[in-house]
């Protein structure tokens, strides 16, 4: 999972509150993403990052935020409109946007209950 | 609008034996294309990727991967396969020519290989 961190591993909430999910790349990466991964359904990117104070959304971006205020670092904030929050994310990042591959962290499991 | 297939859900293999994980895709121009593997409750780990010259890539673990333009698929072989090798793998793909910058990943086939 070379030079990405996610925190925490497991991730437990109650219904109706907000939860951020850590990511931090020591890779010098430009480009920064977040995936959410359901089982059958392979990986949906929630929101991508090329370039600090710089996000776009991805394809399931409704109910969840997030902010790139330095290089390193891309949290996302899963909110209490998202509708069905337990899922297995995953923070990626590669050197910039395009033909370069993805390096990805260890996965957060978050369960709301 | 790009897309990407792994038709199978599952693949069995005996141990020693080839193997062949299948993905094909859709772009609307040339394709760059990824082969990633997922150990259970891991993130994703990069295996090869094309995005132009020889159609046959070479990647981690003794892994390759064929590219046909014609079929538009993108399949994933070892000649000789390890019980090690059991896992779930993803095929991706981001068109060249789209300004989205997104790279669009297959549903999965979980690779079982028996000793």
């Known amino acids: 999972d070379g030079g990405i961190t996610q925190s925490p591993k497991y991730l437990f909430r109650k219904e109706g509150q907000n939860v951020t999910l850590s990511c931090e790349q020591n890779l010098n990466h430009d480009a920064m993403y977040w995936y959410r991964q359901d089982p059958g359904q392979g990986l949906r990117l929630i929101y991508y990052?090329?370039?600090?104070?710089?996000?776009q959304k991805g394809d399931i971006a409704e109910g969840y935020s997030v902010s790139r205020e330095k290089k390193e670092s891309f949290p996302l904030t899963v909110t209490s409109a998202q509708k069905n929050p337990t899922a297995f994310y995953l923070c990626?990042?590669?050197?910039?946007?395009?033909?370069?591959?993805?390096?990805f962290g260890p996965g957060t499991r978050l369960t709301v209950t | 609008a790009q897309s990407v297939a792994q038709p199978e859900d599952q693949v069995n293999v005996a141990e020693g034996n080839p193997l062949t994980v299948k993905c094909t895709y859709s772009v609307s121009g040339n394709p760059y294309l990824f082969w990633y593997v997922q150990y259970p409750n891991r993130g994703l780990q990069f295996l090869l990727k094309y995005i132009t010259g020889d159609n046959l890539v070479k990647g981690s673990y003794g892994f390759e991967a064929e590219f046909n333009k014609s079929q538009t698929s993108f399949h994933l072989k070892k000649p000789s396969a390890l019980v090690s090798d059991s896992a779930l793998y993803f095929c991706?793909?981001?068109?060249?020519?789209?300004?989205?910058?997104?790279?669009?990943f297959g549903s999965g086939t979980r690779l079982s290989i028996r000793p």
């Open positions: 990626a990042s590669s050197m910039r946007v395009g033909t370069y591959e993805q390096y």
């Open positions: 990052s090329q370039i600090v104070n710089d996000f």
């Open positions: 991706a793909v981001r068109d060249i020519n789209s300004s989205a910058s997104k790279i669009i």
